[in-house]
């Protein structure tokens, strides 16, 4: 049975976010999270396992400038040959210390 009207609109949304963050584009929003992250943790690295990762670790190399993205990627032996060569041809462009 679907709650009542009453019922609906008493009913906050979890996540609600600030109208000013939702006039910012999803960059602007990727950035302003990244760069809280790297400022509260200590440690903190990028997961990399493939071309769709490579725009996260782009923006982080914008938060970060001159500081090194870390960037990790889990090899099971079952990568294949291009995945390696991406995997390389990525740690020369943004010169991260990829292990």
């Known amino acids: 049975m679907a709650p009542s009207t009453s019922q609906a609109s008493a009913v906050a949304p979890r996540h609600s976010l600030p109208a000013a963050a939702l006039k910012r584009s999803p960059e602007e929003q990727t950035l302003e999270v990244l760069e ?11 997961s990399f396992s493939g071309a769709e990762d490579v725009v996260l670790i782009d923006l982080a190399a914008h938060v970060l400038g001159d500081r090194n993205v870390p960037v990790f990627s ?3 032996g079952r990568l294949h040959a291009e995945t390696h060569r991406f995997l390389e041809t990525v740690r020369r462009h943004y010169a991260v210390d990829l292990v």
């Open 36 to 46: 809280a992250a790297f400022a509260r943790f200590e440690r903190i690295a990028i």
């Open 74 to 76: 889990l090899d099971t």
